[in-house]
């Protein structure tokens, strides 16, 4: 443990001090796609490290790339990678599983919304159709309702299919509140409305679920059902 949290320290400081090259000749095209490479590299290791504190790492360097808006592919595989820790990619010792890190999920996926490509949605479909963890969910959905793609109503769908299982199993109200915030977003992009306003409609009845949770799922059930009424008006 103490070599890899050695190799880590090691790592970061390369990091950083490429970082610090980087800005100096940064009007040099050649340098600057050396140090994106070295920092992929660097980022990649990071994540695939068995130590949970080396994928924080990750995470932190992961988290300034993309508010640098230079998040490479490499990046957003290595994004792809943490946002399924312990869950799409498991690492067992006798038959324990040993990277089951929640918290490192629900950081990848909110960044991968920040991220807001195609790929990074297709990554928080996958983490919202396996996960179970509300924590995860909540970030994965909130992430999806950020990036506003909804190609053939994939996303609703699937948000809708995530909120139904944990509503049925483990009902928790700041999901239901970020499911509310992403229909909320995503409601103008989305053809059929089914999944949707059935969720939705199961919020606002649930006496599981906080009253501002339901309150909010009531106010967005009108609205929904306004708007279907209004679009079978106009297609008479």
Same mark, same amino acid.
């Given at each position: #443990?103490? =070599?890899?949290?050695?190799? !880590?320290?090691?790592?970061? $400081?390369?990091?950083?001090? %490429?970082? !610090?090259? !980087? @800005?100096?000749?940064?009007?040099?095209?050649?340098?600057?796609?050396?140090?994106?490479? +070295?920092?992929?590299?660097?980022?990649?290791?990071? /994540?695939?490290?068995? &130590?949970?504190?080396?994928?924080?790492?990750?995470?932190?360097?992961?988290?300034? !790339?993309?508010?640098?808006?230079? $998040?490479?592919?490499? #990046?957003?595989?290595?994004?792809? @990678?943490?946002?399924?820790?312990?869950i799409t990619s498991q690492s067992r010792t006798n038959g324990r599983l040993m990277n089951n890190y929640p918290d490192i999920r629900a950081k990848a996926c909110r960044l991968l919304g920040q991220v807001g490509t195609e790929e990074a949605?297709?990554?928080?479909?996958?983490?919202?159709?396996?996960?179970?963890?509300? #924590?995860v969910l909540s970030s994965a959905i909130a992430a999806l309702g950020d990036i506003g793609i909804n190609d053939n109503d994939e996303v609703v769908n699937t948000i809708a299919w995530a909120n139904k299982g944990n509503r049925i199993l483990?009902?928790? =109200?700041?999901? /239901?509140?970020?499911?509310?915030?992403? %229909?909320?977003?995503? /409601?103008?992009?989305?053809?059929?409305?089914?999944? #949707?306003?059935? &969720?939705?409609?199961?919020?606002?009845?649930?006496?599981?679920? +906080?009253?501002?949770?339901?309150?909010? /799922?009531? &106010?967005?059930?009108?609205?929904?059902? =306004? =708007?279907?009424?209004?679009?079978?008006?106009?297609?008479?």
């Amino acid at each position: #443990m103490k =070599s890899l949290k050695k190799t !880590a320290g090691v790592i970061c $400081a390369l990091l950083v001090t %490429f970082g !610090a090259v !980087a @800005q100096t000749k940064s009007e040099k095209s050649v340098d600057s796609d050396y140090l994106s490479t +070295v920092e992929d590299v660097v980022i990649t290791e990071l /994540a695939n490290s068995e &130590e949970r504190d080396n994928k924080l790492v990750a995470l932190q360097y992961l988290e300034e !790339a993309v508010s640098g808006g230079r $998040a490479s592919p490499d #990046m957003i595989r290595a994004l792809d @990678q943490l946002a399924g820790e312990g869950i799409t990619s498991q690492s067992r010792t006798n038959g324990r599983l040993m990277n089951n890190y929640p918290d490192i999920r629900a950081k990848a996926c909110r960044l991968l919304g920040q991220v807001g490509t195609e790929e990074a949605k297709q990554s928080l479909v996958k983490v919202a159709l396996n996960d179970n963890e509300p #924590m995860v969910l909540s970030s994965a959905i909130a992430a999806l309702g950020d990036i506003g793609i909804n190609d053939n109503d994939e996303v609703v769908n699937t948000i809708a299919w995530a909120n139904k299982g944990n509503r049925i199993l483990n009902p928790t =109200s700041s999901l /239901a509140s970020e499911v509310i915030e992403a %229909f909320t977003k995503l /409601a103008d992009s989305t053809e059929d409305k089914k999944d #949707m306003i059935n &969720e939705v409609a199961k919020i606002a009845g649930d006496y599981r679920y +906080v009253t501002p949770v339901r309150q909010r /799922a009531l &106010e967005l059930l009108k609205k929904l059902q =306004s =708007s279907s009424s209004s679009s079978s008006s106009d297609g008479k």
